[in-house]
């Protein structure tokens, strides 16, 4: 009960102080230059392009849109939660709320499933406002562009910001709420260019730079997600065209997503730990 | 003591907290019984917060043991019976008073209906009620205090721990925190009140604890301490020896300098028997004061000048 209490305050939180809706007027304003550049894009490609290779160029693009939208909640994810517990620690606002009835385990799994909440709502529309933009604005002209594996890729994704949300959990249990960030998203970074390693590795057939970026990958999965969730979504011929900038040359495997789910569980597993010894 | 352990709300042994090299709480060894109003006196940096925190199981004990209301501190059911309102008082600014109380109720288990009583009764105690629609960030700092203090009670809690409950309050709000104290003494509640606000203990407390290191120094009956011996302060003329001496059979520590002599007396009762003793003798008496000692003085008797600096 303690924790479904969390959860809501968390949730409510965001809404009262116009965090979440700031984040969805910009996921509009992302959707409408979107939509705008699309239409632009079908109109050109009507008068001058095959629809087989309009389908492509919709394609990319859609690519390009998602990977955006997995960065925009990447970061969203960081920023909204960074604070959450570190700053409330030093603030001394969590003496109040951990001196009642509910164990240090409810509160942080409340708040943690608070923002939970925040990153589904927030993907569940930005992820669908692209996709329905996309397929219904190519509906006409090509019949309807969509993702290939729309919801195992977004599963992917939304696994993608539970890992980060777990990992600025765990460090905001120890360090301060600018250090925290600093750490998340500087391990994202590391996982960042790691993948772009491991990719480039495979096209110019370097097995020690692919090893490079596999084990950028193990001290941090986050960004293999995404190219795990872009080989999910990306039509079967840009697959097989192999390395573009949203594609992969390299896929990580099925283990290593399972992986990322082992690892979500140690992030919060040793946050819980931490936070439940600390003084407060 | 020997209160048995269900008489007592809070029991420590050998309490000790160490930050780094610092030793915050050397040895908490304290007793409180249940329905008393108890002072945690001390000097800044004696450990009064750092032992309350322990209590409330915000912070791990290095060693030794604590038990609040039977349990063992920090236990989650003990404290939906307790009530905590922190020294430095944070909390979630973004909610109206009505909202704050209602999720604190909830986080200790307060039953819905419960909470549709309490919540305006309790904005009513607190003077706040005109100002509900309000978001707590608007709030000013006495009225932030007053809301604090209304949390502190949604549980109607059976132990309540006050950390400088009085801090930013104006004289009404000082007042108003004297009388919940004593109202829910009435209701039969315990009461920790931390204060360095030694004239406001004074009023409200039955016993305090004077804290200097993270030891008690001393604890005592605050009657007996305000009411106990009494200094007696005299100036008359034709005082002999023997008359001096003659004052032992009431007093003791008599120091006698010329037209001045000082006595302690168990009580002011006898003062009426020894003045008629002095008059007896002849003398002639200008002045008998009893000298009352104040918390103050006696703060500053066991715990020092230095405050433990």
Sequence with gaps: ?280 | MNQSPDDLAIRTRDLRKVFGRKVAVSSLTLEVPRGEVFGFLGPNGAGKSTSVKMLLGLVRPTSGEATVLGCPAGNVEARRKIGFLPEHFRFYDWLTPIEFLRLHGRLNGVPQDDLSRRVPSLLDLVGLTPHCEKRLHDFSKGMLQRIGLAQALINEPDLIFLDEPTSGLDPGGRRLVRDIIKEQRARGATVLLNSHLLSEVEVTCDRVAFIKHGEVLQTRQLRTLLEGEIDVALRARKLSAETIQGLEHWASSIRANGERVRFTVPDTEVLPEVVRYLIGCGVEIYEVTPQHTSLEEQFLEIVGEDGGL
């Design chain 1, 1 to 280: 009960m303690g924790a479904w209490i969390m959860a809501e305050v968390t949730f409510r939180e965001a809404a009262r102080k116009k965090l979440l809706w700031m984040a969805l007027l910009a996921g509009s304003a992302f959707l409408a230059l979107f939509g705008t550049g699309l239409h632009f894009q079908l109109k050109d490609f009507a008068s001058r392009t095959s629809p087989l290779i309009a389908r492509q160029g919709v394609d990319a693009l859609l690519m390009v849109g998602l990977y955006a939208v997995d960065l925009m909640a990447v970061v969203m994810t960081v920023l909204t939660s960074v604070d959450t517990l570190s700053g409330e620690i030093d603030s001394g606002t969590i003496q109040a709320v951990a001196t009642k009835s509910i164990t240090r385990s409810q509160l942080l799994l409340g708040k943690w499933l608070g923002f939970i909440g925040m990153l589904t709502l927030y993907l569940a529309l930005m992820v669908g406002g692209i996709t329905a933009l996309t397929y219904l604005m190519s509906l006409r002209f090509l019949g309807g562009v969509a993702p290939h594996n729309l919801l195992r890729g977004m599963s992917l994704i939304w696994l993608e910001c539970v890992l980060l949300l777990s990992v600025t959990f765990m460090f905001g249990t120890s360090f301060s709420t600018l250090t925290n960030g600093v750490l998340a998203l500087g391990m994202h970074g590391l996982a960042f260019i790691g993948g772009w390693i491991e990719q480039a590795g495979a096209l110019t057939h370097s097995p020690r730079a692919v090893n490079v970026g596999i084990a950028a990958s193990v001290l941090m999965p986050s960004e293999s997600l995404w190219r795990r969730a872009a080989f999910e979504m990306q039509s079967p011929l840009v697959g097989a065209v192999g390395f573009s900038p949203f594609s992969n040359a390299s896929v990580p495997s099925v283990a290593m997503v399972a992986y990322a789910g082992v690892y979500v569980a140690v992030a919060l597993g040793l946050a819980l730990r931490r936070f439940g010894r600390r003084d407060l």
